[in-house]
């Protein structure tokens, strides 16, 4: 009796619930929102632009001039703001990446699994071949193609990878999905296909779809910082977590705080959003509740 | 001296028991509060005894056992005493309860694929287990596997050994379970719902193995059960629980007999419904069978046979399965067909392809003069409002994304688009009501339901269009028997209320008596008899139905006693390698050599009736 009035909820308000309950996410969440937040409100905090140079103060150390609170680089250039716009930066390209590629994987990977037979066969054919192209060698041919338009490349060439591993656990799961019985009640009742696809298997995916989001999206920050990093991805003068890192790298004895306060960031969201995943993973795993 | 109702009515009270439960309690923790499963239940058992535990699922009756063995979930707490022979279980250590969970009491639980490991083949879980309880050479521990799977009478058990769970058949792995819950020679075996997910045939072999058992090894039987008629032939004991109490002990045939407590009255009225011992008023169908011969063919069904292609491999060839051959039917308004037969024989695969849901093979479905197979897509899709299908699963049935309003809403949207939000809604609670749901679930979501609850609105949403057929896939297997009862009741009203035809499968005869005017019984995918359900349970032709017809447990513990004494082993032969002549001729008793030679053909005595038999005239 006490269940089934517990049990009154819905499934997504059940795994909220098993969320907030976990100190790690709650935890997880709010440096999240912090640093968005900051990344965010950042140019409205300080007078600087993430370009504009202060010739007075050249590798300054964080706090040593009211101004600069993160310190400055070799040319003058707020590191706070630089680092913040690189966070923005960062997780814009990251979030868009994977909202790219998550609604590819999952469309690709439901109608492959759904309609079977020799169109899955040849659809996954061609996962097959893209994952086999050396994607770094993707990367630097379209770099190389587009040089004016670094962002953009840089989100094609992650997006075009990332879709890949959505459309394989989309496509696995919607073929345990397709023998369901409720799938076959559909059918019997003369819903047409797409729809079916459309309000049966999607839904009933999107729960292993949200979990490995949020796991995608520190993947392609990584990604996209280890592009940079490499000068393949955000160019100078712009700012991204990973050519911060890149340059503070150089600078590592002279002014070791330009590589600790960007790679500081990028550990705390990878950590956080890492974190969240496991949550989120563990908040809709039916054998939990 | 005193005389509890439990000391009391034992007999031979002599023999000290091996399992005394005394007030036993279990409660779960919850976040919500401490949930009470069981409370002071006290039961006994003694060596060469069975005590029958029955009542509905939540009534407590596996947690009380699980408790005694130590196998309650992470927040489950027992209290009062068990006690196994000298141990005290519930206070006893880790390795304690390890000794008597090995050595003292063997178990064996309803699905018996879960209970296996997949991995390891038949012979190396039983070698396992004996390894472990005795120092034998490997080859002497294989002697010993063979000669349990023997003793289980399992067929050809030396090539079963070296096979993998997978490769059996459910009444095979419940036999294996055995073998290995005897490995240890337990005082004590526990067998939880044994039968429950197995035909009514294998049910009755199963229970048969049971009893043997029992008297052979003065071993101790604790059966736990929904089904009195599984209880009935085998136990000398029988206690009913209900919510987590024990509200009835006594002997079997007192209990079953002359049941004192209300509860116990009902449960046994429900289970003699099942075995056609008792009228059940409400479910007599409305219509008979002659005044449907002028109603339109609603479903006509010509030499249908469905082969499914197996081991599809890069190079090697294919196998041919056939789950259905030439199987023909008619259905016209108003009428109800029963399908009967074990697991395997085709009933499900009939109804899949009468309603175009696979692929056939060869012959002709028409509905309601049309065939479908020749339709656009679209047309086809525009015709399924018509006929309807009610799953056997009934949670697996539902989408668990949608809430109970949605998933009966669905055929609206798709047959009725011109119905706005709000009349669709009134729709859907009209048709709630109707099933015998309150407006209040329609915002619930599948699994906060019951089973009984789920089956109710895959009904309502078969029913809300005025389908003009609903084809019923063993709707009532995976329900409680009052439940079952329920459902049979609603669909008996639903069916009376209408001109809905019903085609209703069921490997139950009990239940397809009570809804079905005419029964056509299938084995192997090919059709045995049809006949008149009256005619068909008051004088079978078909021997194959005979032994359905036997395998019927009984409420009564003298009939049940007798029918298991006379039960006969053996299960359908695999459907890629049918026998020769007559598929049922390698189970039939009175098989002659005409039988492996020729294919007995269909013959019609009377209109509406027909049998595949070539001894029928002299037999009957």
């Not at chain 1, 023998?179 to 298997?201: C, K, M, N, Q, T």
């Not at chain 2, 008629?229 to 206690?239: F, Q, S, Y």
Request: charged share 20%; hydrophobic share 50%.
């Amino acid at each position: 009796m006490t269940e089934r009035a517990a049990a009154a909820r819905g499934r997504w308000s059940d795994a909220a619930r098993r969320l907030k309950g976990n100190p790690l996410v709650v935890a997880a969440l709010a440096v999240l929102a912090a640093v968005t937040v900051l990344a965010v409100a950042a140019p409205l905090l300080t007078p600087w632009g993430y370009d504009s140079l202060d010739w007075r103060h050249l590798a300054q150390p964080p706090a040593r001039v009211a101004a600069h609170w993160f310190g400055t680089d070799r040319l003058g250039r707020d590191l706070f703001v630089r680092t913040l716009s690189g966070v923005r930066l960062s997780l814009l390209i990251s979030v868009l990446a994977s909202a790219v590629s998550l609604v590819i994987g999952v469309l690709w990977g439901a109608v492959a699994g759904f309609a079977g037979g020799r169109t899955d066969g040849w659809m996954m054919r061609f996962v097959d071949v893209l994952y086999s192209l050396p994607y770094l060698f993707v990367v630097i041919i379209l770099t190389s193609l587009f040089p004016s338009n670094n962002i953009a490349v840089l989100l094609l060439a992650l997006g075009a990878v990332g879709w890949l591993t959505t459309a394989r656990i989309v496509r696995a799961q919607t073929l345990a999905l397709k023998r369901r019985e409720f799938i076959e009640a559909a059918r019997a009742s003369g819903v047409a296909p797409g729809a079916i696809l459309l309000r049966h298997v999607v839904p009933n995916v999107l729960g292993p779809v949200v979990v490995y989001a949020t796991l995608i999206v520190p993947q392609m920050i990584l990604s996209e910082s280890f592009l940079s990093f490499l000068g393949l991805g955000v160019q100078e003068p712009r700012a991204s977590l990973g050519n911060l890192i890149y340059v503070g790298a150089q600078e590592l004895e002279s002014a070791p705080w330009m590589l600790l306060l960007p790679a500081a960031f990028l550990v705390a969201l990878l950590l956080s959003l890492n974190l969240l995943g496991d949550g989120l993973r563990d908040a809709f795993d039916p054998r939990e509740r | 001296m005193p005389s509890t109702l439990a000391s009391a009515e034992r007999p031979g009270g002599a023999l000290p028991a091996v399992l005394n439960l005394a007030r036993l309690g279990v409660t779960f923790d919850t976040p919500r509060g401490p949930v009470v499963a069981a409370e002071d239940v006290t039961l006994s058992v003694a060596p060469g005894e069975c005590l029958g535990v029955v009542g509905e699922s939540g009534a407590g009756k596996s947690q009380v056992f699980l408790a005694v063995m130590g196998l309650l979930a992470a927040n489950g707490r027992a209290s009062g005493s068990a006690r196994f022979q000298e141990t005290e279980l519930l206070a006893a250590t880790p390795a304690a309860l390890d000794r008597v969970r090995g050595a003292g009491i063997g178990m064996v639980f309803q699905d018996p694929m879960t209970s296996l490991t997949p991995h390891l083949t038949v012979g190396d879980q039983l070698t396992e287990v004996l390894l472990r309880h005795a120092p034998l050479g490997a080859a002497a521990a294989r002697e010993r596997a063979l000669t349990l799977l023997e003793r289980v009478q399992l067929t050809d058990p030396a090539e079963r050994l070296g096979q993998y769970p997978h490769e059996l058949s459910g009444g095979m792995r419940q036999r294996v379970m055995i073998a290995l819950a005897l490995a240890s020679n337990p005082p004590l075996l526990i067998a939880d719902e044994p039968t429950t997910s197995l035909d009514v045939t294998v049910q009755a072999q199963i229970l048969a193995l049971l009893a043997a058992l029992k008297r052979e090894r003065e071993m101790a039987l604790i059966l736990i059960t929904h089904d009195l008629g599984a209880v009935a032939g085998l136990a000398d004991r029988v206690a009913v629980m209900r919510q987590g109490r024990v509200i009835e002990v006594g002997t079997a045939a007192r209990v079953l007999k002359t049941p004192q407590d209300p509860y116990t009255r009902r449960l046994v009225l429900d289970a003699r419904r099942l075995d056609g011992t008792a009228d059940s008023p409400k479910a007599t169908p409305a219509r008979q069978a002659a005044d449907a011969a002028r109603e339109p063919v609603v479903l006509a069904v010509t030499d249908l046979s469905v082969d499914f292609g197996v081991g599809r491999g890069w190079f090697g060839a294919q196998a041919r399965l056939a789950a259905l051959s030439r199987v023909s039917l008619e259905l016209r308004a108003g009428e109800s067909l029963g399908i009967v037969g074990e697991s395997g024989c085709g009933k499900s695969t009939l109804a899949r392809a009468a309603l175009q849901l696979l692929r056939t093979t060869s012959g002709r479905v028409v509905w309601l003069g049309r065939a479908p197979a020749q339709l656009p897509a679209a047309e086809l899709r525009s015709l399924r409002r018509d006929l309807q299908l009610i799953f056997q699963d009934p949670l697996g049935s539902l989408d668990p994304r949608m809430t109970v309003e949605e998933i009966v809403a669905e055929p609206l949207r798709v047959h009725e688009r011109a119905l706005d939000v709000r009349s669709r809604r009134a729709a859907v609670l009209a048709t709630l009501a109707h099933v015998g749901l309150t407006a209040e679930l329609a915002g619930r979501y599948p699994h906060e339901l019951s089973g009984g609850e789920c089956q109710r609105v895959g009904i309502a949403r078969a029913v809300v269009l005025g389908p003009k057929l609903l084809v019923c896939d063993e709707p009532l297997s995976a329900l409680d028997l009052p439940t079952q009862q329920q459902i049979v009741t609603l669909l008996a009203a639903l069916r009376a209320a209408s001109q809905m035809a019903l085609l209703f499968i069921s490997h139950n005869l009990g239940l397809v008596q009570q809804l079905c005017v005419r029964v056509l019984v299938l084995y192997l995918g090919r059709m045995m008899e049809l006949a008149p359900a009256a005619a068909l349970y008051a004088a079978p032709r078909h021997p194959y139905s005979r032994e359905l017809l036997a395998a019927l447990p009984s409420v009564d513990p003298d009939i049940q006693s007798a029918r298991l004494k006379a039960v006969r082993s053996g299960e359908p032969p695999s459907p890629l390698a049918p026998p020769s002549g007559c598929v049922y001729r390698t189970r039939c008793p009175q098989a002659r050599p005409v039988c492996a030679e020729r294919v007995p053909a269909w013959e019609e005595p009377a209109a509406g009736e027909g049998i595949a038999c070539h001894r029928w005239r002299e037999l009957s």
